[in-house]
């Protein structure tokens, strides 16, 4: 396997942690490339339980449903990120666009 010189030890045991705390927060590897060091992770869209939220907007007298429409907009999209080192060696994480 052929490496970069801005590739070292302390890069990929940070990129590899950075991974891990990623799949732990509910991402799947989509693409991952070990000779230059990036992953594409995503995490699939939640449900959110709207007659929930309706109840509680009703006893809040609408309050809620800020926090409802919030949720319903976070919630309801696919979330596509890529994880990699630079040229610099520096580890970076950027949001990629959805299909």
Aim: proline share 1%.
């Amino acid at each position: 396997m052929e490496t970069y010189q801005f590739i070292n030890e302390k890069n990929l045991d940070q990129f590899n942690q950075m991974i891990s705390a990623k799949t732990r927060n509910g991402f799947v590897i989509i693409e991952h490339n070990e000779k230059l060091p990036y992953a594409v992770l995503c995490k699939e869209k939640k449900a959110v339980r709207h007659s929930f939220h309706l109840f509680l907007t009703c006893i809040t007298f609408g309050l809620w449903s800020l926090v409802w429409i919030y949720l319903s907009i976070t919630l309801s999209r696919k979330k596509n990120i890529l994880v990699a080192i630079d040229e610099e060696g520096n580890l970076f994480e950027d949001k990629c666009l959805s299909e």
